[in-house]
């Protein structure tokens, strides 16, 4: 009823009216082919299938059973598991991304699984030897995995950070913003907490922090500029913001302690005191860039090389090092000791955090032993 006053349809409506009413693939294409099919639901099953048929030349379905992330919407491993007539079923034969302690530890997690993962897993691991660890901190204290991440920076080697609840790395983003690390989820980059230094505008281009400091700090004028004085309180500046750039840039303020210190501090390039008047709202992010600029201008130029963000988040990404934190809501840790699906879906999203990394592994520390995911099994 809801839906139907303003005439309105979810998501789940676009694929069922799709497969209700569209008999082919928009663009009708030759071959159709479904990456990640894991974690597909019944419904976008049948449409899959539908349009699969329609194309063609190649109907392709790429997926792994044991990465189903996704059931709380209906998807099972179960219909990749269904046999293929022999010559249709192709399995995965080399690893590209685990080494073979990795990949060893993630297949012994995986034989937790109620319903067989391991039949017909056969792929060999990658050349290097890699690495299993522990790490004893846990989310609430991560200094730790903040010099874990620094020391890869240095090595120019990628570090995640992932954990199965976003909750779990409020404190290390924290930390992170506090000590000039940059970091993002290149994955996930609509969600702001994690990418607090980029954004794309309505053009495509990228904006944010990084743009502003670098414009404040190279003296310049122009757009962006002005974009960085647009943030300031209105009651500092009288006119309008190109005048107030103008007036800055020419040192020609009226007499005001606090509209010369702001002049001041934009002639002299202290971030710090621009971080420290900016509004809320910026504060934050042009914070962090100037941590980062303090520690290495550098780091300003290049995408960062720490990712955080929850596993489901980085479900298809990769990086040299991961790093665990294994924290769940009690609530979940209960309805697993209740559901055998329940405990498998975890035992599933462990497993894609651990097969995320090209070189080591590394557990850390739950706050509460009860309330992780080494209770839940």
Same mark, same amino acid.
């Given at each position: 009823?809801?839906?139907?006053?303003?005439?309105?349809?979810?998501?789940?409506?676009?694929?069922?009216?799709?497969?209700?009413?569209?008999d082919t693939?928009?663009?009708?294409?030759?071959?159709?082919?479904?990456?990640?099919?894991?974690?597909l639901?019944p419904?976008?099953?049948?449409?899959?299938?539908?349009?699969?048929a329609?194309?063609?030349?190649?109907?392709?379905?790429?997926?792994?059973p044991?990465?189903? #992330?996704?059931?709380?919407i $209906?998807?099972?491993p179960?219909?990749? *598991? &269904?046999? +293929? !007539?022999?010559?249709?079923?192709v399995?995965?034969?080399q690893?590209?991304?685990?080494p073979?302690?990795?990949?060893?530890e993630a297949?012994?997690?995986?034989?937790?699984h109620?319903?067989?993962m391991?039949?017909?897993?056969?792929a060999h691991?990658?050349?290097?030897?890699?690495?299993?660890?522990?790490?004893?901190?846990?989310?609430?204290?991560p200094?730790?995995?903040?010099a874990?991440?620094?020391?890869?920076?240095?090595?120019?080697?990628?570090?995640?950070?992932?954990?199965?609840?976003?909750?779990?790395?409020?404190?290390l983003?924290?930390?992170l913003?506090?000590?000039?690390?940059?970091?993002?989820?290149?994955?996930?980059?609509?969600?702001?907490?994690?990418?607090?230094?980029?954004?794309?505008?309505?053009?495509?281009?990228?904006?944010?922090s990084v743009?502003r400091?670098?414009?404040? #700090?190279?003296?310049?004028? $122009?757009?962006?500029?002005?974009?960085? *004085? &647009?943030? +300031? !309180?209105a009651?500092?500046?009288?006119?309008?913001?190109?005048?107030a750039?103008?007036?800055i840039?020419?040192?020609?303020?009226?007499?005001?302690?606090l509209?010369e210190?702001?002049?001041?501090a934009?002639?002299?390039?202290?971030?710090?005191?621009?971080?420290q008047?900016?509004?809320?709202?910026?504060?934050?992010?042009?914070?962090?860039?100037?941590n980062?600029y303090?520690?290495?201008?550098?780091?300003?130029?290049?995408?960062?090389?720490?990712?955080?963000?929850?596993?489901?988040?980085?479900?298809?990404?990769?990086?040299?090092?991961?790093?665990?934190?294994?924290d769940?809501?009690?609530?979940?840790?209960?309805?697993?000791e209740?559901?055998?699906?329940?405990?498998?879906a975890?035992?599933?999203?462990?497993y894609?955090?651990?097969?995320?990394?090209?070189?080591?592994?590394?557990?850390?520390?739950?706050?509460?032993y009860?309330?992780?995911?080494e209770?839940? *099994?």
């Amino acid at each position: 009823d809801f839906k139907q006053e303003p005439a309105s349809i979810a998501f789940q409506d676009m694929i069922d009216f799709a497969l209700r009413d569209a008999d082919t693939c928009p663009g009708d294409p030759a071959c159709f082919v479904v990456d990640e099919a894991q974690d597909l639901n019944p419904t976008q099953w049948g449409l899959v299938k539908k349009w699969g048929a329609a194309a063609y030349h190649r109907f392709v379905v790429a997926g792994d059973p044991a990465q189903v #992330l996704y059931s709380w919407i $209906g998807a099972s491993p179960r219909e990749l *598991l &269904e046999p +293929l !007539p022999e010559g249709r079923h192709v399995l995965l034969g080399q690893s590209y991304r685990n080494p073979r302690l990795v990949q060893a530890e993630a297949e012994g997690w995986l034989r937790q699984h109620s319903g067989s993962m391991m039949d017909g897993r056969d792929a060999h691991p990658t050349d290097r030897e890699g690495g299993v660890f522990h790490l004893p901190i846990n989310h609430t204290d991560p200094d730790a995995l903040v010099a874990e991440a620094l020391r890869h920076m240095a090595d120019g080697e990628t570090t995640a950070i992932l954990a199965p609840c976003g909750y779990s790395l409020t404190v290390l983003i924290a930390r992170l913003r506090e000590f000039g690390v940059p970091f993002h989820n290149p994955y996930r980059p609509a969600e702001g907490r994690w990418n607090p230094l980029r954004r794309l505008n309505d053009d495509g281009e990228r904006t944010g922090s990084v743009a502003r400091l670098r414009c404040f #700090l190279d003296g310049a004028g $122009g757009p962006k500029a002005i974009t960085a *004085l &647009e943030q +300031l !309180p209105a009651v500092w500046f009288e006119g309008t913001r190109k005048a107030a750039l103008e007036a800055i840039m020419a040192g020609a303020l009226p007499e005001d302690s606090l509209k010369e210190q702001a002049a001041a501090a934009w002639r002299g390039h202290d971030g710090a005191w621009y971080a420290q008047h900016m509004p809320e709202k910026m504060r934050n992010p042009l914070t962090l860039a100037w941590n980062i600029y303090r520690r290495d201008p550098e780091l300003l130029r290049h995408d960062p090389t720490v990712i955080i963000g929850t596993i489901h988040s980085m479900k298809g990404g990769e990086a040299d090092h991961v790093y665990l934190l294994p924290d769940l809501p009690r609530r979940v840790v209960d309805a697993a000791e209740e559901s055998v699906e329940q405990r498998d879906a975890i035992v599933r999203q462990w497993y894609v955090g651990m097969t995320r990394a090209r070189d080591t592994l590394t557990y850390c520390d739950p706050q509460y032993y009860r309330s992780s995911v080494e209770a839940v *099994l």
